[in-house]
């Protein structure tokens, strides 16, 4: 149809002709009430919004004197975390004199790692900042394996 007579077919209609596919060839278009299709297409949007999961950027903290155990029931936790979907950002706290030493922190992130084996991937590198060495890892899609 003719753009003119697309036109007026919405006019003696009185409702609204709205372009639906702008680059098909022809565009394609169709006769409807603007304001109740506007508003329906902003309803959409928004609840498909809400139902979409961000991944979310959770913590753990662990200390550079943490023993085995603890470090696997937080390693356990942190495999809860990327199950989800969620990111971990990884914070090593450095204490007191505990600062004199720092060759350590990266040794106990290679532990932590090692951990995950494959199953992670580093988003973010170490990095030391003030008194915390930190870094992100996000899941790979993979199991953990226990320690």
Known sequence: ???????????????DLVELSP?????????????????????QLQKSKRKAKKPEIKQMRFGLKI????????CRKISEFLD??????????FRGRELAHKE???????RILNV??????VDQEP?????????VIRSSHA???ET
Request: proline residues 4%; aromatic residues 8%.
């Open 1 to 15: 149809m003719e753009r003119s007579e697309a036109l007026q077919a919405a006019k003696t209609a009185e409702l």
């Open 23 to 43: 680059d098909t060839d022809p565009p394609v278009v169709k006769i409807v009430d603007w304001g109740k299709y506007n508003y329906q297409r902003t309803k």
């Open 67 to 74: 023993s085995d155990h603890d470090l696997g029931v937080k």
């Open 84 to 93: 989800e979907g969620d990111k971990t950002k990884i914070i090593v706290v």
């Open 104 to 110: 350590l922190g990266p040794k106990l992130v290679e």
């Open 116 to 121: 995950f084996g494959d199953t992670v991937a």
């Open 127 to 135: 990095v030391f900042a003030g008194k915390q060495l930190s870094f």
């Open 143 to 145: 199991k953990v394996k």
